[in-house]
């Protein structure tokens, strides 16, 4: 990565200049506190203790002799605090707003899972939290809002554009060019201009370090594929991180295939970076419908874009049929309800396992747990 957070064409930072500046400051601040031991040390005592990190690595018994060919072994994000993995990038980032004397936080969200993980964050460390959220969103995920609310959050309905994700980014960019002096955006996904897609992973990194370790304790090798399922991509960022420099290890995006951008998007900018981006006929990012709330994003993180290109990681897609399937395999199975998100990782997993050798290893990153989305297919089997 170049100093410009460039991962080859990917990335970068095009944004209005007043906005640039404030996101110099943030790059510069979180250089700082990444090479600082006691800002290391606070983030890593808050994963212990708050988000309850380690979580484990459990070998999935009953899928794997089912489908096995290769062992399959689950990666617990679903365990966190909050259940996902959102929290380790909101905790990470709450504490370089902390660092750098912010008091206020605001977060963009479409579901309501990073505005929870978020309004959690800020609970924990007093902060006034502002999450913006489309109008459209707010009436879908009623119970998400008041959730936030519960947490001390002040919601605020975006009522521009379709009222969705893309125009609550819009409000929450606006809002911190206005009042950056007090104001710090802790923004979801490994997406958006430099520093932020940089600054997730290196939060979310934590996944695949537990994972490695992990492995080689109860395996005593190295997996022969890592997968996990791609919405902005923070899950699968974190999840391959510590493998990208090993190169016997298969490293496997999964794409919703009702919004795949990896598969079939095209280099363009949106939200101030550049990536692989949906784009409709008039060339403006196109509206995607997943089964999964947390997946619905036209573009996809930068450092993705760039693995693809270099063929270093594989990106596949998965339909909603298919991942509700694993939904309610794994449910029945192996005793884990498991996010609508991340049943699509698992789907390809089983599917891989059952094409390779018993001596072959598969982690899957279960990324979050599926109570959340137990109502939603409640009412579809209805
Ligand atoms: C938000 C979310 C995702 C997708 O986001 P990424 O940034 O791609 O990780 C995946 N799984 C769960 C459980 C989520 O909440």
């Known amino acids: 990565m170049s100093e410009k957070g460039f991962y080859g064409e990917f990335g970068g930072s095009y944004v209005p200049e007043d906005l640039q500046h404030v996101l110099e400051i943030l790059a510069e601040e979180f250089e700082k506190a990444k090479k600082d031991p006691s800002f290391i040390k606070e983030f890593n005592d808050c994963l212990k203790d708050f988000v309850g990190r380690e979580n484990p690595l459990t070998f999935a018994d009953n899928l794997t ?8 072994y689950l990666k617990r994000e679903d ?63 009623a119970l998400n809002v008041f959730r936030m609310e519960l947490l001390g959050a002040k919601v605020v309905s975006v009522d ?33 201009p430099h520093p932020f897609p940089t600054m997730v992973k290196f939060f979310q990194s934590v996944i695949s370090e537990e994972s490695k370790r992990q492995i080689l304790d ?6 022969t594929a890592v997968i996990a399922v791609t919405g902005g991509g923070s899950n699968a960022i974190g999840a ?9 290890v298969r ?35 196109k509206p995607t419908y997943s089964i999964a709330a ?36 794994l449910s029945k199975i192996e005793g884990i309800i498991p996010a609508l998100e991340s ?27 599926g109570d959340k989305d137990v109502q939603q297919v409640y009412e579809m089997e209805k």
């Open 294 to 329: 947390g997946l619905d994003y036209p573009g996809i993180g930068p450092e993705h874009s760039y693995l693809k290109g270099t063929g270093r990681a594989e990106y596949v897609t998965v339909s909603g049929e298919e991942a509700l399937e694993s939904f309610k395999e």
């Open 343 to 369: 049943a699509h990782a698992i789907f390809y997993a089983t599917k891989l396992a059952s094409e390779l050798k018993k001596d072959d290893i598969i982690i899957v990153n279960l990324s979050g747990r």
């Open 160 to 192: 521009a554009g379709q009222g969705r994700l893309k125009d609550a980014v819009d409000a929450a960019l606006g809002d911190l060019v206005e009042n950056y002096q007090s104001t710090f955006y802790l923004l979801g996904s490994a997406v958006g």
């Open 79 to 141: 365990l966190n605090h909050t259940g996902a993995h959102k929290i380790n990038n909101a905790i990470g980032q709450i504490l370089l707003a902390k660092r750098m004397g912010a008091h206020r936080v605001i977060a963009e969200t479409g579901a309501g899972q990073h505005g929870v993980a978020t309004a959690t964050a800020c609970a924990m460390f007093g902060m006034e939290c502002i999450i913006y959220m489309g109008k459209h969103d707010m009436q879908r995920q």
């Open 251 to 285: 490293l496997i995006g999964v794409e919703p295939a009702e919004a795949p951008s990896l598969t079939e998007g095209i280099p363009a900018i949106i939200h101030g970076f550049k990536c692989l981006t949906l784009l409709d006929e008039e060339g403006n990012p």
């Open 65 to 72: 002799k089912k489908y096995g060919g290769a062992k399959i």
């Open 240 to 248: 391959f991180a510590n493998y990208i420099q090993e190169p016997d």
């Open 218 to 223: 109860k395996e005593g090798k190295l997996p």
